[in-house]
T-cell receptor, first 116, second 116 residues
Framework: AQSVAQPEDQVNVAEGNPLTVKCTYS??????LFWYVQYPNRGLQFLLK??????LVKGSYGFEAEFNKSQTSFHLKKPSALVSDSALYFC??????????????FGSGTRLSIRP | DTGVSQDPRHKITKRGQNVTFRCDPI?????LYWYRQTLGQGPEFLTY????????KSRLLSDRFSAERPKGSFSTLEIQRTEQGDSAMYLC??????????????FGPGTRLLVL
C-alpha cells in the first residue's frame, strides 16, 4: 500500500533562512512524488513533482525538492524563506504505471511559519 | 480563468438534507477527481472519472454519496441524508491523462460543507 509521512506538524523559520519540509514515502515500484501548497480556505496549488531523472527537482516560487531513493525521502527545500511562504504544505505519492490507480495519496501536511 | 472551478464555495445545511456540488475541470482535461479534506488532514481520495466513466471509488464513498460526469465535462457530487460527519472541504481536481500516470492533478478552490 502507498503511504506518505510528514513527520513535522509545524516548521518555524526566520525570514531569509533556508527551510526544509520533510517527507518520506512508501510505495510498490517506482514512485511519482508531488508537493502541493495550500493557503487558508483555498485549494491546493501544485509546486513540483519528481517523475524520473535528476534527483533535484526545481519548482514554483523558488522551491526545490530532492529525491532520495535509498532513504525513500522527498524533502522540500528553499534557500531563503519569505514571510509569504507561510502556508500548509502537502507531500503526495502515486505508484508509477498505467495500470496503477490514478489517486494520489497525501501526507497529513506540515504548517510552515516564516517569522519576519 | 482557465483553472478548475467549484460551486458553491460554501454550503451550510441541516442534518438529513441533500446537497449537490459542481466541479468544472480545465477544459482539455479528461480525468476528474473528487477528494475530501477534514481539518488538519491531507485530502483523501473519493472517486475519479476518465471522460464520463467512473473508474474508481474509495471505500470512503458510502451509499449516500454519488458522483456523475454525464458528458465527460463537468461533474457533480451529491450527498444524500447528510450527517454531521460529512462536514469537510470537498476538493475537485483534473488532469490530462499520461500513459505512465505521471500527470499533475490541478485542484479547484474547494466547497466547504458544514452540516448542522
Amino acid at each position: 500500500a502507498q503511504s506518505v509521512a510528514q513527520p513535522e506538524d509545524q516548521v518555524n523559520v526566520a525570514e531569509g533562512n533556508p527551510l526544509t519540509v520533510k517527507c518520506t514515502y512508501s510505495v510498490s515500484g517506482n514512485p511519482y512524488l508531488f508537493w502541493y501548497v495550500q493557503y487558508p480556505n483555498r485549494g491546493l496549488q501544485f509546486l513540483l513533482k519528481y517523475i524520473t531523472g535528476d534527483n533535484l527537482v526545481k519548482g514554483s516560487y523558488g522551491f526545490e525538492a530532492e529525491f532520495n531513493k535509498s532513504q525513500t525521502s522527498f524533502h522540500l527545500k528553499k534557500p531563503s524563506a519569505l514571510v509569504s511562504d507561510s502556508a500548509l504544505y502537502f507531500c503526495a505519492v502515486r505508484a508509477s504505471g498505467y495500470s496503477s490507480a490514478s489517486k494520489i495519496i497525501f501526507g497529513s501536511g506540515t504548517r510552515l511559519s516564516i517569522r519576519p | 480563468d482557465t483553472g478548475v472551478s467549484q460551486d458553491p464555495r460554501h454550503k451550510i445545511t441541516k442534518r438529513g438534507q441533500n446537497v449537490t456540488f459542481r466541479c468544472d475541470p480545465i477544459s482539455e482535461h479528461n480525468r476528474l477527481y473528487w477528494y475530501r479534506q477534514t481539518l488538519g488532514q491531507g485530502p483523501e481520495f473519493l472517486t475519479y472519472f476518465q471522460n464520463e466513466a467512473q473508474l474508481e471509488k474509495s471505500r470512503l464513498l458510502s451509499d449516500r454519496f454519488s458522483a456523475e460526469r454525464p458528458k465527460g465535462s463537468f461533474s457533480t457530487l451529491e450527498i444524500q441524508r447528510t450527517e454531521q460527519g460529512d462536514s469537510a472541504m470537498y476538493l475537485c481536481a483534473s488532469s490530462s491523462q499520461a500513459r505512465t500516470g505521471s500527470e499533475t492533478q490541478y485542484f479547484g478552490p474547494g466547497t466547504r460543507l458544514l452540516v448542522l
